[in-house]
């Protein structure tokens, strides 16, 4: 099996412009293909994972990955799957998130020797003329052809600035300069990004001919890369620092039993022969499934020992176990008491478990929270400062676990 026959089995392509091509080109480790990161945070989040790792499975085939930081798109902000503007970042912000990118790119990507490239889009997004863009870009784009896009649609009743309309502009001549200048011959991306993508690849036919196009091979990624690593409205980052690898372990042992095989089959290294095996499983068999997920992505990113701590941790709390050492901790100061109590739900506030006061009374009315091992009722439940003299442990549910100290 080649690496594009891999790739189709394990779900990962969901629509191609030249299948026959592509294959050849992957499997003969001829693509140059790039991947596209735009800086929104310091951090890259869980729902990074899939384009981490098929840049990784790609790679390790020979083919050259390209991973492109968005430092002149970010100022723009992408509309896609957007019901509002995107947070206007400074360069400044946009430069700190970028190098943080790629420190967590480097656990997924071998950037030694020319095998992969990391570049930032703002060196020449940046010096851009204006004219000059309308007039050799801007006039090989349709504007019927884009308010048809469904990254544009979505936007229209609530109002699509024209900053926003510039996008799929800079996006597609992305590509247009890396194949230019880098020999980049394929590109990658969630399915919100199709219409984008279909732009580039026609901005390289229409610019230089179909010669040209015929080296342009555009791929597609199942959306739902884009759609993993939240939960309950937080993300899930890469960062320690933002989401403990305890927690990261947490998200990734708690997915719904329909979604665990999927995961494993598109996110992690495991032989498909042995996944396929796991196919048959149910019931209690799927929390093992579980278990192997959460702990294979667990090492990806923070590597084999701290994976090993979560899920000791983890087992040890569902067994009733003593060690929760590695469970994630917030530390309360006496200006987080008043008269020498904090409630339940600042406590759940101030660690970040839920996100408002009315998630947290909704979740003590339905008996979803524990204190210490004891379940609450009373949505004012105060604890004593006193009470601290021992370490408090809030559950959440059936699998959150938090632990607070002064």
């Not at 699509?160 to 890396?178: G, P, R, T, V």
């Not at 036919?205 to 937080?234: E, S």
């Not at 996100?355 to 909704?362: A, L, M, T």
């Amino acid at each position: 099996m080649g690496i594009y026959e891999e790739l189709k089995e394990r779900g990962l392509i969901a629509q191609v412009t030249n299948e026959e091509e592509i294959r050849e080109m992957v499997n003969s480790g001829k693509a140059v293909f790039y991947i596209g990161f735009d800086c929104t945070a310091d951090s890259l989040t869980a729902g990074h994972f899939m384009a981490l790792t098929l840049m990784k499975r790609l790679q390790d085939s020979g083919n050259k990955p390209i991973a492109l930081i968005g430092g002149g798109t970010t100022m723009i902000g992408d509309p896609s799957g957007r019901s509002d503007m995107r947070k206007m970042l400074t360069r400044k912000d946009i430069d700190h998130n970028a190098a943080c990118f790629k420190r967590q790119m480097e656990r997924f990507i071998d950037f030694s020797d020319g095998k992969a490239l990391m570049i930032n889009n703002a060196d020449w997004l940046l010096n851009l003329n204006y004219v000059e863009v309308l007039r050799e870009v801007g006039a090989c784009f349709s504007v019927n052809n884009m308010l048809r896009a469904e990254c544009y649609k979505q936007r229209m009743e609530k109002g699509l600035s024209f900053l926003e309309f510039n996008y799929m502009i800079m996006q597609s001549y992305d590509f247009y300069y890396l194949f230019q200048h880098y020999g980049c011959n394929m590109q990658f991306g969630g399915d919100d990004q199709w219409s984008n993508m279909l732009g580039g690849t026609e901005l390289i036919r229409r610019k230089l001919g179909k010669d040209a196009h015929a080296m342009t091979i555009t791929l597609l990624t199942d959306a739902q890369g884009n759609k993993m690593g939240k939960t309950a409205g937080n993300a899930v980052w890469l960062d320690p620092e933002k989401t403990s690898p305890y927690e990261f372990y947490q998200y990734w042992r708690n997915v719904a039993d329909a979604d665990v095989l999927k995961c494993i089959r598109m996110l992690t290294f495991l032989p498909l022969e042995e996944i396929d095996k796991m196919s048959e499983w149910e019931g209690s068999q799927l929390n093992a499934a579980k278990e192997i997920l959460a702990f294979e992505l667990t090492k990806l990113v923070h590597g084999e020992e701290e994976a090993q701590k979560a899920q000791t941790a983890a087992k040890a709390l569902f067994a009733g176990g003593a060690d929760n050492s590695d469970m994630p901790q917030t530390l309360l100061s006496d200006d987080d008491f008043s008269n020498g109590e904090i409630t339940v739900i600042d406590m759940m506030l101030k660690a970040k478990i839920i996100n408002s006061k009315g998630e947290g009374r909704r979740l003590i009315a339905q008996g979803g929270v524990s204190v210490n091992n004891q379940k609450i009722s009373d949505a004012f439940t105060t604890v004593s400062k006193d009470e601290f003299q021992k370490e408090i442990i809030i559950k959440k549910g059936k699998k959150v676990f938090h632990k607070f100290s002064v």
